[in-house]
């Protein structure tokens, strides 16, 4: 499975981005999908996830209410609505897969994307 993630860019604080993770290769029906972002000198965290169909979604406290995860089976595509922005939400994000549900570990995920920058001015 190939990912590639996208949607990234520069916001001011209070707007909204919408990141995209393409993929390609191989059907990500049956996975779990999550999104994941980095900041500068700080480890990777936990974002949110959502279950292969789509029923169940988790986010971390830090952007429920503020940021929603979709995903289209079909597009083989999921989603990263961001919106009500923060310069603490500035950070590259990365979307992974994984086949189970639930799990907030990086280790858990076993396919990547590349990542994409998102940055929040003040």
């Known amino acids: 499975v190939q990912l590639q993630a996208s949607g990234g860019g520069l916001a001011q604080t209070g707007g909204s981005l919408r990141l995209v993770c393409a993929a390609s290769?191989?059907?990500?029906?049956?996975?779990?999908v999550g999104w994941f972002r980095q900041a500068p000198g700080k480890e990777r965290e936990f974002v949110s996830s959502i279950s292969w169909p789509g029923t169940r979604q988790d986010y971390a406290r830090s952007v429920k209410g503020r940021f929603t995860i979709s995903r289209d089976n079909i597009k083989n595509m999921a989603y990263l609505q961001m919106n009500s922005l923060k310069a603490d939400d500035t950070a590259v994000y990365y979307c992974a897969v994984s086949t189970a549900w639930g799990s907030r570990e990086a280790h858990s995920y076993v396919y990547w994307g590349q990542g994409t920058q998102v940055t929040v001015s003040s």
């Open positions: 290769g191989r059907s990500i029906s049956h996975f779990a």
